[in-house]
Nanobody
Framework: EVQLVESGGGLVQAGGSLTLSCAEASGFTFHGHSIGWFRQAPGKERVRVSCISSDGGSMYYSDSVKGRFTISSDNAKKTLYLQMNSLKPEDTAVYYC????????????????WGQGTQVTVSS
């Protein structure tokens, strides 16, 4: 069973930085999977934030985080990261990592593995 565990969330002031990590606890590796970060703000749907394609050749960033967030992965450690800089109050959300064995660009569809989420709160 795939177990993705996020960490690194917390409370930060606007303009600050956080780094989220997503570790895999069951021997699974991200090799061959598209992987990414999603977030869900209170009262809103979960949305895509950033992804790495299954071949590692391309990355996606939503317009709202482009230039401020950086996604990376370390396959040797089976860990996915999201470096978040210049944080804004509108970045407040629960952040989820995801991995998909079938979608090549971003995790999408019914076969996605999800973490339990980590709360990020940005105060103004």
């Amino acid at each position: 069973e795939v177990q993705l565990v996020e960490s690194g969330g917390g409370l930060v002031q606007a303009g600050g930085s956080l780094t989220l990590s997503c570790a895999e606890a069951s021997g699974f590796t991200f090799h061959g999977h598209s992987i990414g970060w999603f977030r869900q703000a209170p009262g809103k749907e979960r949305v895509r934030v950033s992804c790495i394609s299954s071949d590692g050749g391309s990355m996606y960033y939503s317009d709202s985080v482009k230039g401020r967030f950086t996604i990376s992965s370390d396959n040797a450690k089976k860990t996915l990261y999201l470096q978040m800089n210049s944080l804004k109050p509108e970045d407040t959300a629960v952040y989820y990592c995801a991995a998909d064995p079938f979608s090549t660009e971003c995790p999408d569809g019914p076969n996605v593995y999800w973490g339990q989420g980590t709360q990020v709160t940005v105060s103004s």
